[in-house]
């Protein structure tokens, strides 16, 4: 097992843990989770009993993985989230040599620190476990780029890739991040530190092979609407040349629908005209989170 030597780079470097403060060059310094919690804001403000709890369990899960990456010592009780890591460890041939180090970095005078879960020096992979229930894909995208670009630039250790290893009671999954670049790092930086000299730049999605993908099959799917459109208005027309009421095409039947009138409501006119009865019959539902494309 690697280990980041802070002292040999002239690196002050501590943390409480009790507080969850790091102290570098005798000075606090922000966590990188602290910054992004501060400009990205934190749902959590109260803390309930549940989530103390959680966040105990993260810890132990943690400190396991790191007794077993540091001593080979696995736990001696059921661990469902042990099993699944060694399982995913496993199938993706991962190798990991540092495993709960922390680290130090300054961009711009702009400084942070924070504890690497795991590093791959073959893969040259970073990785952090996640045991949470919410999936906060773009905070631990912004995190592991963090933390890639402190090991670059601080210890000069080369990352090229970045993943998640989500692990929540029997539930596992393994989560490619794209890393996100030092312009876009460091403007992140100046919206804690100096928000008026950030400029206003886009983050870039998780995954460039899923963006792609879903924008090549966003063309095809416009390609093949198209097509649908043409050839249903074509069967529309020769049905009604024909004096077709119904068609069976395998297991299809096509149906024709005489021209009607539809009767609609204009909510906007009645909520400005007679706003009473609009509240006393209007009807709430919930709808579900989605992305909107233009």
């Known amino acids: 097992m690697r280990k980041i030597d802070n ?15 790091y102290t570098a060059y005798d000075k606090e310094v922000p966590s990188a989770t602290t910054i992004i919690n501060k400009v990205l804001g934190s749902p959590f403000v109260l803390e309930t ?9 993260g810890t132990l899960i943690h400190s396991v993985f790191n007794e ?71 905070k631990w995208q912004i995190q592991l780029s963090l933390y890639a670009w402190a090991l670059r630039d601080t210890y000069g250790i080369e990352v090229e890739r970045a993943s998640i290893l989500w692990l929540h009671g029997d539930k596992a999954e393994y989560i490619a991040i794209h890393i996100l670049d030092k312009k876009e790092i460091t403007n992140f930086l100046k919206l804690y530190y100096c928000p008026e000299q950030a400029e206003d730049v886009s983050l870039r999605c998780l995954d460039t092979y899923s963006t792609t993908l879903f924008l090549d099959t966003l063309k095809k799917i ?49 909520k400005q005209e007679e706003p009473e009865i609009y509240e006393k019959y209007k009807k709430v539902s919930k709808v579900s989170s989605s992305i909107r494309i233009k």
């Open 68 to 138: 077993f990456l540091t001593t080979g010592k696995s736990p001696d009780f059921d661990m469902q989230e042990f099993n699944n890591f060694l399982r995913i460890s496993s199938k993706g041939g991962y190798t990991w040599d540092l495993s709960e180090q922390m680290i130090f970095n300054s961009v711009e005078g702009m400084e942070y620190a924070g504890t690497l879960d795991l590093y791959d020096s073959k893969k040259k992979e970073i990785s952090d476990v996640k045991t949470g229930s919410v999936k906060s894909l773009k």
């Open 49 to 57: 009993p549940e989530m103390v709890a959680a966040r105990q369990k």
């Open 222 to 270: 416009a390609v093949l609407e198209e097509t649908i459109k043409d050839v249903k208005e074509q069967i529309k027309k020769e049905m009604e040349e024909r004096g077709l009421l119904q068609i069976k095409l395998g297991d299809k039947i096509i149906s024709y629908v005489a021209q009607t009138e539809k009767v609609s409501l204009d909510s906007k006119k009645l």
């Open 7 to 21: 002292k040999n780079k002239k690196i002050q470097l501590t943390f409480n843990a009790e507080k969850h403060i």
